[in-house]
């Protein structure tokens, strides 16, 4: 499976480039900002490329390999690509995949040319640009994939589905208080709309759809989706609390941005009257250093809420395999499936 999705990330990799490159030359070329082609470049350039994947193997549950659809597929890290631009400008992350985020980047040629105005907003500003480019080259990518237009006509509907719950989850993201302590349950409901529907389920629908596959492997395709994109979730909240940059792509930083994450509701509901109180007092401090954080990570251990969370993990790929126990696909295909599962759900710290 390694091997497969190796040879396969590469092969998307290489056709987002080109389609990139290809309009960094032309369109991009008059805005102005001759850095911006290589800024764009190079953050299109790494990346895990786990929806295209997802998306591709959607496609293998009904057709037979294609260059086409690597193509279509290849089209999500766009998508992907506008989502972590303006994901950064609204976390004001620092970094991203091991290098400044792009808005850094940008606000640092706005300083090098000593242009009038705010370096920051103008980076921000020029991170937001670039990703409505890539949301409207992402359709642009899928539309010249190569496929019929029946095969892409199946997938609209689902595509303009996953765009439509990314932003309204993004809009829930940002509306939630961790002042107001959500129940677990409305927190998960966020992160089906924000990550996993986005992440594991959409991809493979449209793809399957695409592909021609029948209503049975769609149904049993979109629990696995939804199972395993809840678990790729979790796993993130787990990672934003006590992950590296290596596993997340940006700094571990969800205690200091008091985000309201599944980790930490799970453990205001998990623990007893002194902890909370303790909870509310870093959550209302003026600022955190090292030694707040780290308490505050050992208070979320104590309350048992880790556990709790890596057992909803283990449900949802165990749901997952019982999706696919209910397919029909071939076991080749239910392999694969299970590995990207695995992929998703043990992610390393």
């Known amino acids: 499976m390694e091997g497969w999705r190796t040879s396969l990330r590469r092969a998307v990799l290489a056709k987002v480039a080109e389609f990139v490159a290809a309009r960094c030359a032309g369109e991009l070329g008059a805005c102005g900002v001759d850095v911006a082609g290589d800024v764009l470049m190079g953050f299109v350039g790494g990346g895990k490329c786990l929806r295209s994947t997802f998306m591709y193997l959607g496609w293998l549950c009904g057709a037979p390999p294609s260059d086409a659809a690597v193509s279509a597929t290849a089209s999500l890290e766009l998508l992907h690509a506008f989502a972590l631009l303006q994901d950064d400008v609204m976390d004001e992350s620092a970094a991203r995949r091991g290098r400044p985020a792009a808005h850094v980047q940008l606000a640092a040629w706005h300083r090098r040319r000593g242009l009038s105005g705010s370096s920051r907003r103008f980076g921000e500003s020029a991170a937001i640009l670039l990703g409505d480019l890539c ?3 992402a359709e642009q990518m899928l539309r010249d994939s190569g496929l019929r237009r029946l095969q892409l006509a199946r997938g609209w509907p689902r595509y303009d589905a996953m765009r439509t719950e990314l932003a309204v989850g993004q809009f829930a993201d940002i509306a939630t208080d961790v002042r107001d302590f959500p129940t677990l349950e409305a927190v998960l409901e966020v992160a089906r709309l924000k990550s996993g529907n986005y992440t594991v389920r959409r991809p493979l629908e449209i793809g399957a759809a695409m ?7 769609l149904s049993a395709l979109g629990t696995y989706g939804s199972a395993v994109g809840e678990a790729f979730q979790l ?10 940059p290596d596993a997340t792509g940006k700094p571990a930083n969800d205690l200091s941005e008091r985000k309201a994450t599944s980790v930490v509701v799970a453990a205001h509901e998990l623990a007893d009257a002194s902890t909370r109180r303790q909870f509310h007092e870093l959550i209302t401090a003026d600022r955190l250093d090292d030694s707040a954080l ?16 890596e057992e909803l993990i283990a449900d949802r790929v165990e749901t997952a395999r ?28």
Request: glycine content about 8%; proline content about 0%; charged content about 30%.
């Open 135 to 137: 949301l409207v080259w």
């Open 211 to 217: 592909a021609g596959c029948d209503e049975r492997v």
């Open 235 to 244: 796993r993130d909240d787990i990672l934003g609390i006590f992950g590296s």
């Open 294 to 309: 780290d308490h505050w990570r050992n208070l979320i251990l104590a309350t048992g809420a880790l556990r709790r969370i």
């Open 322 to 349: 019982k999706a696919l126990d209910c397919s029909a696909l071939d076991d080749r295909l239910t392999t694969a499936l299970m590995d990207m599962a695995g992929l998703c759900a043990r992610r390393a710290a």
